[in-house]
């Protein structure tokens, strides 16, 4: 795409989140409280995608602080971010109702992410997050983040 479109600098993607929705209806003990009760929120008020669209904010705080917080060792559980943000993507936007395919439904209640490529930023990011793990997002992003 570089090659192609030469002046262009920054790329974004408009990635699934894949394992979103069976995180969401799986009945486990979640060890963060905060996003125990987060999810126990989401089970109360959200039962189809009706209900889903009153409650996109809810949701795009379920599948950010899932991207930020659910781990696989060191690195983020959900696949499509590992893949992102190893190659020096960093989190831009959280888009509910997004995919409003059935696919889409079950897999992440429609939520989309966008992963930003600014190609003076891909090295250090991938650095960031290949040493330590950290998931680098847009400042946009912090009201979602839970403590």
């Known amino acids: 795409m570089q090659a192609a479109h030469p002046s262009i600098e920054t790329f974004v993607t408009l990635s699934p989140v894949p394992g979103l929705g069976k995180w969401l209806e ?3 003990d979640e060890p963060d409280e905060a996003l125990a009760e987060l999810k126990n929120e989401f089970r109360e008020k959200i039962s189809d995608r009706a209900s889903a669209a009153e409650q996109e904010e809810l949701l795009r705080k379920l599948a950010f602080n899932f991207l930020l917080r659910k781990r696989r060792g060191n690195f983020p559980a959900d696949s ?6 190893g190659n020096g993507a960093s ?3 959280v888009n509910a109702g997004a995919d409003r395919s059935d696919k889409g439904w079950r897999q992440s209640r429609g939520v989309m992410v966008n992963y930003l490529y600014d190609q003076k930023r891909i090295e250090a990011n991938h650095e960031q997050y290949s040493n330590d793990g950290r998931v680098l997002f847009h400042d946009r992003l912090k009201p979602l983040q839970i403590r």
Not at 80 to 85: G, I, N, S, T
């Open 80 to 85: 499509v971010a590992r893949f992102h943000l």
């Open 26 to 28: 799986r009945d486990e």
């Open 91 to 93: 989190l831009y936007r």
